[in-house]
């Protein structure tokens, strides 16, 4: 059957009322989804603002749950990276590139983010708050004062759509390729994540706090791990930490 979609008006942040939940103990369902009209907090990674006004865009997050330790949710902010691609692509003909780790870009600028929180570890399993801003139709005044970087959203790309049938097509494509990233793992997204990298090919910045290393992006191995090619050696790299920039 199809899992819940519950819709809520103004809240802190999606992402942050799941995580409450299960801080609770709430029982959730693998695949159900919280959307908000507007966040007054929306985050980004290391604490960043994601710009969230009101009844403009999509703001989702979705539970799951890994059978196996955090160990195995190593690539999953690639996959749903894919399957947001993937959903552009089959529903409004678009042509989504992905940037290592977090982002959807469209004509060169950021479309969506995904943002991953884990909620606890037992058992050797692992529970996921899995959240997604997708622009659809962003307030351009507003977006000018509050986002630091190039930006577009769908209505400019595809024209105007209906959020609803977004909504339900963000939860099904996420769930389909969350079972395949469980059955198959990393590696049966390797190829699907590398032909749509932003970056494959070209010259690169890896900035992680104060460091820095430039070289050549060749996509991503199959674990996920981001492969740049420094003073002729191939380097791995992987973590949080790490933000990609082009060079
Ligand atoms: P990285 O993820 O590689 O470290 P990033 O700059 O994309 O780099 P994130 O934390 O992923 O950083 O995303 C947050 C950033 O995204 C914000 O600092 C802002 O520049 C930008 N941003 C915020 N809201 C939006 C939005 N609605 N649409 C597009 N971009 C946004
Ligand atoms: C990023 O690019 O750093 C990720 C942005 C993720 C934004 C989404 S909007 C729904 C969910 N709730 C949040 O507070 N953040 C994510």
Known sequence: GSAQIEVESIVDSTNSQLMQRLQR??????????????QTTGRGRHGRVWH?????NLYCSMYWQLEQGIQAAMGLSLVIGVAVAELLEQQYQLKPALKWPNDIYGDGKKLAGVLIELSGQSDGQC????????NVQMPAQSALQ???????DLTTLAGALDRNQLIAHLQQCCIKQLQRFEQHG?????????????????????VQGTQQISG????????????????????LYH?????????
């Not at 103990?25 to 507007?38: H, N, P, R, T």
């Open 25 to 38: 103990g709430d029982k959730l369902l693998k695949g159900q989804c919280l959307v908000a009209e507007a």
């Open 186 to 206: 990393f590696q049966a997204f390797q190829s699907e994540f590398n032909r749509r990298d932003l970056f494959q090919g070209q010259p690169v910045r890896l």
């Open 52 to 56: 969230s006004p009101f009844a403009a």
């Open 216 to 235: 050549t992006c060749h996509g991503v191995d199959a674990q996920g791990n981001l492969i740049v090619e420094h003073q002729g050696k191939k380097q």
């Open 239 to 247: 973590g949080g930490e790490l933000s990609l920039r082009a060079d």
């Open 127 to 134: 529970q996921l708050v899995i959240g997604m801003g997708i």
């Open 146 to 152: 509050h986002i630091g970087q190039p930006w577009i």
